[in-house]
């Protein structure tokens, strides 16, 4: 039944392109329409203008808003005001190194450390839970509590 269904269809599609063959050979192919030259540039003209810009273009566009302008640049007299401010001792070069201060209560006894990284100068709080011991088994050891990055005083 597929078989017989099948070739009935091949063999149609054969003999529909076969009648359609005869018409496309009788007409020639002849040479494109002949337009004038204002035509021509005039079409021309509405093809570039009607041009999208790519994402190439538009980042590109958007990178030049942040190029550095040569006027801001520091020069030579710039250079040479900050070496000798340095070297006068109006500016003072900030440490490396990393400060670790310590927070008292009244019985002296420390309650939280605060630690300045040399690299960022922005400081972060440690609070020491050594009265109140982890109860969690394998942390009998741990006092420190969780660094706090983000202080909000009121």
Do not use: C, W
Not at 14 to 33: G, R
Not at 86 to 95: A, C, L, P, Y
């Amino acid at each position: 039944m597929k078989k017989t269904v099948f070739v009935t269809v091949a063999a149609g599609l054969f003999l529909s392109s076969a009648a359609f063959v005869p018409a496309m050979a009788a007409d020639p192919i002849s040479a494109p329409p002949q337009i004038s030259e204002a035509d021509a540039q005039r079409a021309q003209g509405n093809v570039n203008s009607g041009r999208r810009s790519s994402s190439y273009e538009k980042l590109s566009e958007k990178a030049r808003q942040y190029e550095v302008n040569p006027d801001l640049a520091p020069t030579d007299a710039d250079y040479a005001k900050a070496r000798k401010d340095r070297e006068e001792g109006r500016i003072t070069k900030r440490s490396q190194r990393t400060e670790i201060e310590t927070i008292r209560d009244q019985n002296n006894r420390i309650t939280e450390y605060v630690v300045t990284p040399g690299s960022t100068k922005i400081p972060y709080s440690i609070e020491n839970r050594s009265d109140r011991p982890n109860t969690n088994p394998g942390h009998s050891k741990d006092t420190l509590g969780t660094p706090k990055f983000i202080n909000f005083g009121f």
